[in-house]
């Protein structure tokens, strides 16, 4: 198998001096769909924290692109391609979506920002008629859109998505995740994808990490986990 666009290995991390994820190990290759489930309070968000850099690394390695990336800060991480897109808080509320997709766009040239604003309209057109609305002013799933079009705007290599659908109404969620398999395969962005709606991320994702306390209870397939009657009825309430 080609070398994985991100290697974590034997990651323990948390919070100061309390520990969330123990020992967890896996890999994820260009251009997949890697989908994290479990209960709530499994550690799947630290765990995307920490990746990216916004948590205590007690010790364990990650490596992007086979570089260790394990202590650099966020900044640094997005510069090289690497994105993170939290559950809350990920628009500027208060203006309006253009300047939102414009601050997004601040190290481009005028021409090239222009260029990927209207890529990623393309993709989202809702908000292209709402360009002038304050991002305050959108529903749930347009904030979501906003957001993923901001991080998209810098053509990441890889991008973590933090239960993107999230309070969002069924029929809104499931159009956010087609849309999800779109950076897979229209823009060739690699996914990880925490989802609470863990029939859905497996059967879209490639592969799947299911996580408990904290710790790696599965890791392989996405369709092997979503036929595993036993974890699926025990850990994510899959009939």
Avoid at 95 to 116: C, F, G, H, I, P
Avoid at 206 to 228: C, K, N, T
């Amino acid at each position: 198998m080609d070398q994985p666009i991100l290697a974590v290995n034997s990651l323990n991390s948390g919070y100061g001096k309390f520990q969330v994820v123990f020992d967890v190990s896996f890999n994820v290759y260009r251009n997949e769909i890697f989908v994290i489930v479990g209960p709530n309070g499994s550690g799947k968000s630290t765990l995307l924290k920490s990746i990216f850099g916004l948590t205590t690394i007690y010790s364990g390695s990650i490596s992007y692109m086979g570089k260790d990336v394990t202590k650099l800060p966020p900044h640094v991480k997005a510069r090289m391609g690497i994105a993170y897109l939290p559950q809350t808080d990920n628009v500027f509320s208060e203006l309006t979506v253009r300047e939102n997709l414009m601050m997004a766009t601040y190290t481009l040239k005028e021409s090239e920002a222009r260029d990927r604003v209207e890529e990623v309209l393309k993709i989202y057109p809702v908000l292209r008629n709402k360009l002038d609305y304050k991002a305050k002013s959108l529903s749930g799933g347009e904030r979501q859109m906003l957001a993923l079009a901001m991080t998209l705007v810098r053509r990441p290599s890889i991008i973590m998505l933090d239960e993107p659908t999230a309070n969002l109404a069924p029929v809104v969620a499931r159009d956010l995740l087609k849309k999800v398999s779109i950076l897979r395969d229209e823009m060739g962005i690699t996914v990880i994808l925490v989802e609470q709606n863990a029939r859905a991320a497996l059967e879209m994702g490639d592969r799947a990490l299911l996580m408990v306390s904290g710790r790696v209870a599965y890791e392989g397939p996405a369709r092997s986990l979503l036929q595993d009657a036993e974890l699926g009825r025990r850990y994510l309430g899959l009939r």
